[in-house]
């Protein structure tokens, strides 16, 4: 039998001796009473779905019975003589998962097919059959839950069984649904089987069906899964944590009085609110305990408030942050940015008089549905919308940003079962995932597109990224900017971060060993260990097979060279130091005619001159600085070493520019251009330099890195109002992705026009 079994005689006895819950839903006797009654229907419905059938319109109140009228009918009588364990006719197990998930909310084809789950799997009714009787979109979902025969699979049955569900879930996420609730179903009637295996089935759902039931959203199996699989795992610590819940039962709940109060602060300011208490679960207080040590009885629960809109949920924060002292770092708003599993809230933390600190949820009465019952909630998430055209094997993913999709592109690049199997455990044991914005990558010459959302476990790399968004073509890969900043491929990505993936034009590149050491998710470690493998593990990251480039360390030809781009020019590159700023003889500006330029205020007749440290023209705001002999060094305003000098105290020296500038004398400055290394490079960009009428006193080119290249120049322009448009030609250079004024702050670069 595909259901785990209980043992004879009474199964709540049995498990209140170890010391586990009782089932916790209404009617499963009634359900037990009514299978032995057989199917005879009473107001057109069989009696044991009386119960099922309330809950049910109590969420769908048109929904069509007479369908779940005609599943139990072929339920019962296939299953009809098959017993459980406990001695029950196998049908209360069919029909407490549809309980289940009818208390969630889930729609009439997702119950018509946890009727008939089992059916094909342990009796003579064929795929064919439901099909024929329910549609073929019950017969997927009765498919996608069907485990693979032993028989056949031998001992991959059970991965590939996951393998298969996982597949069909990517097709519609319902058949998750069916195989959580049977799961807890399962685990709530595993009392008496023998210890060993009460452990392996208590391993799996801690393993596999936990996070699933986290990324799909569902919280109320999640949690109480959570709660079985502690008291068969950690039975001395399950103990303890009930006999600490146990002793504080019996005193006064210091967070009713809190929330009473919360009623009536929000009936004074107008606000229609719900105020709950909500107890945590098991594992939750186990968890806070660790955390916190020695727990107060506010520590066990939460308030929760429930208001009609989203406008509402910020309303009530007012309130409360006002009439009660607020605990600023517990601070969250998951409603303006939902998390990774749909789940949306604020969650803020007050004090009370006595001091003591409640945890609070606010959110709306459909927020809390989602945050309960996750894509349950949602209905049928593939029904299309009044109006909408959409093509029938067209189906989006609910979970939004996509991880369901993530995964079914690594495991199908994973034909053995062990990998997969480890693969998988390795994916959902990361409990907590990030959003990154992707504003576009930069392709050699080309022009960014538009920021979509990523989602990526915690803690991924710049490498996990780009994988995640281009699979094998990220080995391409030479380069990533985050938050507009040039950044490493190990640079660990936070959420909210924005990541600009810089691809080289090379289809014959590489990924380097070294990136496997960053990674995170199975599909950058799977994608990556299988180039170095069908390569021998020699090329690096941006090398074409067969062809050693440089690399900024001086490592041999055909040597992979690390991860890490070349590092930013330090401080002396950057002009700092007290010598730097004085703009010495061959330093840049060093004769430029600044005298004629600037006027500086209160030191008439001071020598002038310019910073080569950020190389000021105008319009450019400027600051000066009093240095040796009675000279004035000027600074851009925004320069880091003006700022520093100013920092240490040396009064800046007022300047400006005359007029609109030194027009007809020009003027001085530095550009640096970074671009992908190709042939002819530094003959183009001095030839745009050329074109703009500027003039090369000096150029610098960096060793290629990694197919990236990064050129400075010293240029003299005529005037300075030439400066942006030679930018914009030197930007337009095929292979340059950016160009900066020598110490100016790192920026991302503007699109191209």
């Not at 004074?268 to 909500?278: S, Y």
């Not at 601070?331 to 803020?348: C, E, G």
């Not at 030839?687 to 703009?692: D, G, K």
């Not at 500027?694 to 005529?718: C, D, I, K």
């Amino acid at each position: 039998m595909s259901a785990e079994a209980t043992n004879p005689g009474n199964p709540d006895t049995a498990r209140n001796r170890r010391g586990l819950p009782r089932p916790a839903l209404r009617g499963l006797r009634r359900i037990g009473r009514a299978a032995l009654l057989g199917p005879a229907p009473r107001d057109g419905l069989p009696d044991a779905l009386e119960h099922v059938a309330k809950v049910h319109r109590g969420h769908h109140p048109h929904a069509d019975l007479a369908i779940l009228a005609k599943a139990y009918t072929l339920a019962e009588s296939s299953h009809r003589g098959q017993m459980r364990k406990s001695g029950e006719p196998y049908i209360t197990h069919p029909l407490a998962v549809t309980l289940i998930l009818a208390e969630l909310g889930a729609e009439t084809t997702t119950l018509t097919a946890s009727l008939l789950h089992d059916t094909v799997e342990d009796t003579e009714v064929t795929l064919d059959q439901v099909r024929a009787e329910f549609g073929a979109e019950v017969r997927y979902l009765v498919d996608g839950v069907t485990k693979l025969e032993k028989v056949d699979y031998g001992a991959a049955a059970e991965p590939e069984t996951f393998r298969k569900m996982l597949v069909a879930t990517g097709h519609d996420v319902r058949v998750m649904s069916i195989k959580l609730a049977d799961r807890l179903h399962n685990m709530r009637t595993l009392g008496v089987m023998r210890p060993e295996k009460q452990v392996r089935i208590a391993k799996v759902t801690r393993d596999v069906l936990i996070p699933l039931a986290e990324r799909l959203g569902v919280q109320a199996l999640k949690s109480e899964l959570e709660d079985l699989v502690f008291a068969i795992l950690h039975p001395e610590e399950y103990a303890a944590t009930r006999r600490l819940l146990s002793e504080h039962a019996a005193r006064p709940d210091p967070l009713a009085a809190l929330a009473a109060r919360m009623r009536t602060v929000l009936t004074d300011a107008g606000i229609d609110a719900e105020v709950r208490l909500r107890p945590r679960h098991l594992v939750s207080v186990h968890r806070v305990r660790r955390a916190r040590g020695e727990l107060t009885g506010a520590d066990l629960g939460r308030i929760l408030v429930l208001v009609p809109e989203d406008a509402d949920c910020y309303a009530v924060l007012g309130e409360l942050h006002t009439c009660f002292t607020p605990v600023v770092s517990e601070f969250k708003d998951f409603i303006a940015a939902p998390k990774f599993n749909l789940y949306q809230s604020l969650h803020t933390a007050v004090a009370g008089e006595a001091g003591e600190i409640a945890e609070t949820l606010i959110r709306t009465h459909q927020m809390h549905r989602v945050a309960e019952a996750g894509v349950i909630a949602l209905g049928n998430p593939y029904a299309p919308a009044a109006g909408a055209d959409t093509a029938e094997d067209e189906r989006a993913d609910p979970t939004r940003p996509g991880w369901l999709s993530r995964l079914l592109e690594w495991q199908s690049a994973t034909p053995d079962s062990e990998t997969f199997w480890s693969s998988l455990r390795d994916d959902l044991a990361q409990d907590r995932e990030i959003t990154v914005f992707c504003p576009g990558d930069v392709p050699p010459g080309g022009r960014t597109a538009g920021a979509r959302p990523v989602g990526l476990p915690a803690g991924s790399s710049c490498v996990d990224g780009a994988y995640a968004l281009h699979g094998e073509d990220a080995h391409r890969c030479i380069g990533a900017r985050v938050n507009g900043r040039l950044a490493t491929l190990s640079t660990v990505l936070h959420d909210g971060d924005s990541l600009q993936l810089l691809l080289g034009p090379d289809a014959a590149a590489g990924p380097s060993p070294e990136w496997l050491d960053h990674t995170r998710t199975p599909a950058a470690r799977l994608a990556i260990g299988r180039w170095l493998a069908e390569r021998g593990g020699q090329q690096g990251a941006g090398q074409p097979p067969g062809e050693g480039a440089p690399s900024a360390s001086g490592a041999p030809d055909g040597a992979p060279p690390a991860v890490d781009p070349p590092s930013p020019p330090g401080p002396e590159a950057e002009g700092e130091g007290e010598g730097a700023h004085e703009a010495g003889p061959g330093a840049p500006g060093a004769d430029d005619p600044a005298p004629e330029a600037l006027a500086v205020d209160g030191l008439p007749g001071a020598a002038v001159r310019l910073a080569g440290c950020c190389t000021p023209v105008p319009p450019d705001p400027v600051t000066g600085f009093a240095v040796r002999g009675g000279n004035v060094t000027v600074h851009r305003a925004l320069c880091p070493v003006g700022a520093r000098m100013a920092a240490t105290g040396r009064e800046p020296v007022g300047v400006r520019w005359h007029g609109s500038g030194p027009a007809g004398h020009g003027c001085r400055v530095t550009l640096r251009a970074e671009a992908f290394s190709r042939p002819h490079l530094l003959a183009d960009l001095t030839e745009a330099i050329a074109v703009q009428g500027a003039a090369v006193v000096s150029a610098a080119v960096e060793p290629p890195y990694e197919q990236r290249v990064r050129h400075t120049y010293t240029l003299r322009l005529p005037d300075a109002a030439a400066l942006p448009a030679l930018l914009r030609a030197m930007r337009q250079v095929p292979g340059v992705y950016d160009v900066t004024r020598e110490g100016k702050s790192r920026r991302a670069p503007a699109p191209r026009p």
